[in-house]
């Protein structure tokens, strides 16, 4: 295809004269990098602001650029599934998984364009100062040590923060908190310490023993600062991502209060969020036992996914779209407007306010955690299923209403 042609499917999409047909054809185009750099190349040297799409008067402090260039992308590709659909917001999941059609990705994240031409797509709306912007987490997380006293890892400098007896406790360059044994030693006076992430925190950390550990936002994990005796014990509120070193003589146990979960060397993903409904526990590798107070058992296969309200359900799941979340991805699978805020609450370290009925509103697809969250609710409320108000922290989640788009 020649440049002029590619140029104008831009333009044709701008002025909104493209069929379905071409819409396809540009997004079959905007996959292969030759384009995607024609594309660039095109914002560079600034040929495309007066031919195919003009920046946002109304949304302050936007950033040109990349941004811009991913938003092309973005809107084309989901204007043409909403088109192809009768079917307001992302469902069916299905047909989106099949298509690997997501309506937002982690190359693709981005916000609204074209405000002064299309108003019906930005209703989301700031009482405070415009483009107000909530950011998104980071690795924030608090270490209690076993005397009590309490290290903020992400004020400390890099380097060795703490020793236990025989332990050294050490912050590293890429974010991890590592534990290490001193050589030499042949008994270790055993301490437990605690990491605990706030809402908007994450962080990562090397047990003793050498298992990895994803701890998500508004978690925390309990653990010895050695590992003795005939097992590896730890307790978990929230939800984190193990990838548990293999020890067959001494198994690794993780508790919370509605289960355990015991493995030799394999791994896993727990949710057990108060606020969810039951614990999660997905199996990615190897096998577990998940265990209840009442003695009743479950052993997981690859993929499986056991859910414990008060009896242990097991079903099969997407293992690896679990978790997305350690990959820096939000995943939503059919999921909730309920669950997804949940999720958001504790990423973003928001409040969240329901007016009005959105029990039936439901989303599929992928977004990434690092995007702003204004970000990602202008990409939502494109579907004219759902509004969003933001007061300061606050969200206020709302049914679409044409009337109320300004």
């Known amino acids: 295809m020649t440049p002029e042609r590619f140029k104008s499917l831009l333009a044709g999409y701008h002025s909104?004269?493209?069929?379905?047909?071409?819409?396809?054809?540009?997004?079959?185009?905007?996959?292969?990098?030759?384009?995607?750099d024609q594309l660039e190349s095109l914002f560079t040297e600034d040929l495309s602001t007066d031919d195919v799409l003009h920046a946002a008067d109304d949304v302050s402090q936007v950033t040109a650029g990349k941004e811009?260039?991913?938003?092309?992308?973005?809107?084309?590709?989901?204007?043409t599934e909403e088109e192809e659909s009768e079917v307001i917001g992302f469902r069916p999941y299905a047909r989106w998984a099949a298509a690997a059609m997501v309506f937002i990705s982690l190359a693709?994240?981005?916000?609204?364009?074209?405000?002064?031409?299309?108003?019906?797509?930005?209703?989301?709306?700031?009482?405070?100062?415009?483009g107000e912007y909530i950011k998104p987490g980071g690795n924030k997380a608090v270490l209690t040590l076993s005397d009590g006293s309490h290290i903020t890892l992400d004020d400390v400098a890099n380097g060795e923060i703490a020793k236990e007896s025989g332990v050294q406790i050490t912050k590293t360059a890429d974010g991890r908190l590592l534990y290490t044994l001193r050589q030499g030693l042949s008994h270790v006076k055993v301490g437990y310490n605690t990491i605990a992430t706030p809402k908007g925190g994450q962080y990562r950390i090397a047990l003793p023993d050498g298992t990895m550990v994803w701890l998500n936002a508004a978690s925390s994990l309990k653990y010895p600062s050695a590992f003795t005796g005939r097992e590896r014990k730890v307790e978990l509120t929230g939800e984190a991502y193990f990838e548990v070193a293999k020890n067959k003589?001494?198994?690794?146990?993780?508790?919370?209060?509605?289960?355990?979960?015991?493995?030799?060397?394999?791994?896993?993903?727990?949710?057990?969020?108060?606020?969810?409904?039951?614990?999660?526990?997905?199996?990615?590798?190897?096998?577990?036992?998940?265990?209840?107070?009442?003695?009743?058992?479950?052993i997981l296969k690859p993929g499986d996914q056991s859910e414990v309200v008060t009896d242990i359900k097991v079903s099969q799941v997407d293992a690896s779209a679990v978790i997305d979340w350690?990959?820096?991805?939000?995943?939503?699978?059919?999921?909730?407007i309920y669950s997804i805020m949940r999720q958001f609450s504790r990423w973003y370290n928001i409040e969240v306010e329901y007016r009005g009925d959105v029990s039936n509103i439901r989303f599929g697809g992928q977004v990434s955690r690092m995007k702003n969250l204004s970000q990602v609710l202008r990409i939502m409320e494109l579907t004219k299923s759902i509004q969003f108000k933001v007061e300061g922290n606050k969200i206020i989640v709302m049914p679409y209403h044409e009337q109320n788009i300004k």
């Open 108 to 130: 693709f994240g981005a916000y609204y364009l074209n405000s002064k031409y299309n108003k019906s797509v930005l209703p989301l709306e700031f009482a405070g100062q415009k």
């Open 249 to 298: 003589q001494m198994p690794f146990r993780v508790k919370t209060q509605q289960q355990e979960v015991e493995v030799l060397g394999t791994h896993f993903n727990i949710n057990a969020y108060d606020d969810e409904h039951g614990v999660r526990t997905t199996l990615i590798e190897g096998s577990v036992k998940v265990t209840l107070p009442s003695s009743k058992s479950a």
């Open 326 to 336: 350690k990959q820096g991805l939000f995943w939503f699978n059919d999921e909730s």
């Open 16 to 36: 909104g004269t493209l069929t379905v047909a071409e819409k396809q054809q540009l997004i079959a185009l905007l996959h292969d990098s030759q384009y995607r």
């Open 68 to 79: 811009e260039l991913d938003m092309v992308y973005e809107r084309i590709k989901l204007q």
